[in-house]
């Protein structure tokens, strides 16, 4: 594919974008803590998809955060609600989570999560866990009923960032 290659380069440099404050952060001298024990947890939302047919809303709470050499929180827990505002048997809310977390071998890659509610006026509850999570970010879209979220909702518009490790 010829998209492969520019795909690419904007993520490593969102990578380089978001690793810079953290290079500050310890050149600057600041504090090093090794391992927050205390977990926070942090409301999000109420987060509507383009024409206001889905919306999303929920709580995050890490715990574990280690800020040796890439920061990343040990647990992230997150829960919430989708409800599903398209008023169409045929069409679904969905919430995307992309969630970057540290590997064994030191990088950032990133996993979906996707959350799908055909049940209009009903919300449907989700919760779930992911360990090493270095960023949460979250879309919501409304589209046809699918397996999956399409590439229209995974690429097109803005992540919403909920949690970034510092």
């Not at 978001?18 to 001298?29: F, H, N």
């Not at 391992?35 to 929920?58: E, F, I, Q």
């Not at 992309?98 to 959350?115: E, W």
């Amino acid at each position: 594919m010829t998209t492969t290659r520019p795909l690419a380069s904007l993520a490593l440099a969102v990578l380089i974008t978001l690793a810079a404050p953290v290079a500050a952060q310890a050149a600057s001298g600041a504090p090093d803590a090794t391992t927050t024990a205390a977990a926070s947890a942090t409301r999000w939302g109420p987060y509507d998809a383009p024409g206001h047919k889905a919306r999303a809303l929920g709580s995050l709470k890490v715990s574990g955060e280690d800020h040796r050499d890439i920061p990343a929180a040990a647990t992230a827990r997150i829960s919430g609600r989708l409800h599903d505002l398209t008023g169409k048997g045929s069409t679904c809310g969905w919430a995307v989570f992309r969630v970057t977390y540290r590997s064994s071998d030191g990088n950032l890659p990133f996993k979906h999560h996707s959350v799908r509610n055909c049940s209009y006026g009903t919300p449907k509850p989700f919760t779930f866990a992911y360990h090493d999570v270095y960023q949460v970010e979250l879309k919501v879209c409304a589209e046809g009923r699918a397996a999956k979220p399409s590439l229209n909702c995974l690429y097109a518009g803005s992540w919403k960032i909920l949690y970034l490790s510092r």
